[in-house]
């Protein structure tokens, strides 16, 4: 078995493939290309599934992002709950929409629910992504629901091979709250503007290149 | 492993309790079968391993076995095994209670319970705060301490009392942090034992290597909504990392007050030079265990 079937590999995002069972976060300015990144990461192999709780922008913007990633947003390959304020998403076998991203009860229900969903159908590998996770920090009564959320997720990740990669633009969030989310990470890929360009560079995990290297959002490939 | 699990089934239906009771115990692990919330709530001990829901109950729901469970033992595991969909289910009034979810309806459910069963019980899988990245080699080497004996606890003693009188500060505490809970060695000021790792800011303290400060407990977003920092008259906090010649962090010496309060750079000199008297007094515990049993 070559170790591409046993990673996680990206097309479109300069790193190496990431052992299956990993949890990533990806922190950067918004406006830098935090969406394309993430949506790259996300965009899943013949083989594997995706899922995506969207918290910033709506499920069909969601949608529209994933496919421009390169991603197939076909129903039943991406699967989505929509807790963004003031979305309008109605509910789907594969899109489940959360009135309140204060609701971690409902959206941790939901995500299980599409995850075994996944199972159901035969599709082994999820790529689990959060746009963002600056929503759920802002409107939860205490960090600590989201502290439990976010293991929750991870946990499930770990144990079943999947991959989760959460974004969130540290500007937008307490920065001793964003220093302590992380440590929920097994690892961390940063985005940032360079002279040049967006770069990013990955902290935390094995076998990545060092130092920052130079990112373009918007090319579809490597 | 499964077979080495102890679960809690909790259902008010008493044929889906017996079927979900059924298929644990088939696949090896040890189950109570409970009818009431109330029963829940009295069957908590640290033997439990997980807790398996369904929904209705003659006394509560789902999310009353939640809190019974948060309050007995906030890092314990809790999988709502309903007929319902997610979609249906009521939510609760508070939007914290995280749980795993299973649908009695999907294909081969009882086999995907066992599963997410054991994948439930995997460490830190549904704890409310963060850990270091070290956290099995942390535990692992806290247990090397033997900090109990009254030469140890002495020592700690003296230390935190010197610590409260120089900062002028209410409480003063040597804590160390144990895989569920901070055990406070010595206290001064206070009579406190142990606090669950979710409600402490020393388990905050022992992700970085800086000494950690919060002035004001109630401005500060991971604290401000902890109703057990109140409950203390925790209001201000100043506390440096106690660590392993190796590096893990194993506690921390720590400042409370009741009041918001600043710590100047000379004062967190200070208090980092008695952080590393009071490594030096754990070192020394080690070394003497250490010899101890090498001799014996």
Redesign the interface.
């Known amino acids: 078995m070559s170790s591409l079937e046993t990673a996680y590999t990206f097309d479109a995002v300069p790193i190496e493939p990431v052992a299956r069972g990993t949890t990533l976060i990806v922190t950067g300015p918004s406006l830098e290309g935090l969406r394309e990144m993430l949506m790259s990461a996300l965009v899943a192999q013949p083989t594997e599934g995706t899922l995506v709780v969207t918290a910033d922008v709506d499920a069909p913007t969601a949608a529209e992002a994933y496919s421009s990633a390169g991603g197939d947003d076909s129903p039943g390959r991406l699967r989505m709950v929509d807790c963004s304020p003031e979305s309008e998403t109605t509910?789907t076998e594969y899109v489940?929409p959360i009135a309140?991203p204060?609701?971690?009860?409902?959206i941790?229900?939901?995500l299980?629910?599409l995850y075994?969903?996944f199972?159901?159908d035969g599709c082994e590998h999820v790529r689990t992504g959060f746009y963002t996770l600056a929503p759920l920090?802002l409107y939860?009564?205490?960090?600590?629901?989201v502290?439990?959320?976010v293991?929750?997720v991870a946990?499930?990740v770990?144990?079943?091979d999947g991959l989760c990669v959460c974004a969130l633009d540290p500007d937008t969030q307490?920065e001793?709250?964003v220093?302590?989310?992380t440590?929920?990470f097994d690892g961390k890929i940063e985005l940032r503007r360079g002279e040049d360009g967006a770069q990013i560079r990955v902290l935390?995990l094995p076998n990545q290149p060092d130092g920052w290297l130079s990112y373009d959002p918007l090319s579809p490939s490597k | 492993m499964p077979s080495e699990l102890t679960v809690i089934c909790a259902d008010g239906d008493d044929a889906d309790r017996a079927a979900t009771a059924r298929a644990l115990s088939d696949a090896g692990m040890r189950v109570q079968s409970v009818a009431t919330v109330a029963a829940v709530r009295s069957g908590i001990d640290p033997d439990v391993d997980c807790v398996v829901t369904g929904f209705d109950f003659p006394d509560g729901d789902a999310?009353d076995v939640v809190n019974a469970v948060r309050d007995a033992n906030p890092d314990l595991?809790v999988v709502?095994f309903s007929d319902a969909?997610?979609?249906d289910?009521p939510?609760?009034n508070?939007?914290?209670?995280?749980?795993?979810?299973?649908?009695k309806t999907?294909?081969?459910a009882t086999e995907?319970l066992v599963a997410l069963v054991?994948?439930?019980t995997?460490p830190?899988?549904?704890?409310?705060?963060?850990?270091?990245?070290d956290e099995d080699e942390r535990i692992e080497a806290l247990r090397r301490y033997d900090v109990e004996d009254s030469d140890a606890v002495g020592a700690f003693e003296r230390l935190t009392k010197l610590v409260a009188s120089h900062f002028d500060i209410d409480v003063a505490f040597v804590g160390l942090l144990d895989e569920h809970e901070e055990r406070f060695v010595a206290c001064e000021g206070a009579n406190w034992e142990t606090l669950a790792r979710?409600d402490t800011i020393c388990t905050?303290t022992i992700?970085?290597e800086s000494t950690m400060v919060v002035e004001n407990v109630r401005e500060?977003?991971?604290f401000a909504?902890?109703d057990r920092l109140a409950e203390l008259d925790i209001r201000s906090y100043a506390g440096v990392r106690l660590t392993t010649p190796e590096g893990h962090a194993i506690g921390a010496l720590c400042c409370i007050d009741d009041e918001p309060r600043e710590y100047s750079d000379a004062e967190i000199r200070d208090l980092e030079l008695f952080g590393e008297e009071a490594n030096e007094q754990l070192r020394l515990r080690r070394r003497l265990d250490d010899s101890v049993g090498s001799s014996g």
């Open positions: 509910a489940r309140d204060a609701d971690l009860t409902g941790g229900m939901e299980s629910d075994e969903g199972y159901a920090l939860a009564e205490d960090v600590r629901s502290f439990r959320f293991h929750t946990g499930r770990r144990s079943a307490d001793r709250t220093s302590s989310v440590h929920v935390g | 999310y595991a709502v969909s997610a979609t289910l939510r609760p508070q939007g914290g209670l995280v749980v795993e979810y299973l649908s999907m294909p081969d995907r054991s994948q439930a995997t830190n899988y549904q704890i409310a705060y963060p850990v270091p990245g979710e905050h992700l970085e500060d977003p991971r909504a902890n």
